[in-house]
């Protein structure tokens, strides 16, 4: 069974900066795309970033220019850099993983999520 596992949130200033981790353990066939979504309180989840195997990354307008995707395959790790933090970017940061199992079934898993605050 896939398993992901976020880290790095925190709090941070204003103008700050975090990078969030997201380790996977588990075996799986092939991947179609990886992504962090992000969910304030009293708010529906969102896409916040997003990067498929074949295609374009793409981002929420909000997070443009501000934020970077990366990911290690061979750690199995994705990674997201959060810079210009702003008191709007606060929420729980989720991991996700759109993927094939090795049965060759489409499959999709969510981190336990991690929360970010920024306050001055």
């Known amino acids: 069974q896939l398993r992901l596992v976020e880290s790095g949130g925190g709090f941070v200033q204003p103008g700050g900066s975090l990078t969030l981790v997201c380790a996977a353990s588990?075996?799986?066939?092939?991947?179609?795309?990886i992504g962090w979504f992000r969910q304030a309180l009293g708010k529906e989840r969102e896409l916040t970033a997003s990067?498929?195997?074949?295609?374009?990354?793409t981002f929420a307008d909000s997070v443009k220019g501000r934020f970077t995707i990366s990911r290690d395959n061979a750690k199995k790790t994705v990674y997201l850099q959060m810079d210009s933090l702003n008191p709007e970017d606060t929420a729980v940061y989720y991991c996700?993983?759109?993927?094939?199992?090795?049965?060759?079934?489409?499959?999709?898993?969510w981190g336990q999520g991690t929360q970010v605050t920024v306050s001055s």
């Open positions: 588990g075996s799986l066939f092939d991947i179609h795309s």
């Open positions: 990067m498929p195997t074949s295609g374009a990354t």
């Open positions: 996700a993983l759109d993927y094939y199992t090795l049965g060759r079934v489409r499959d999709f898993a």
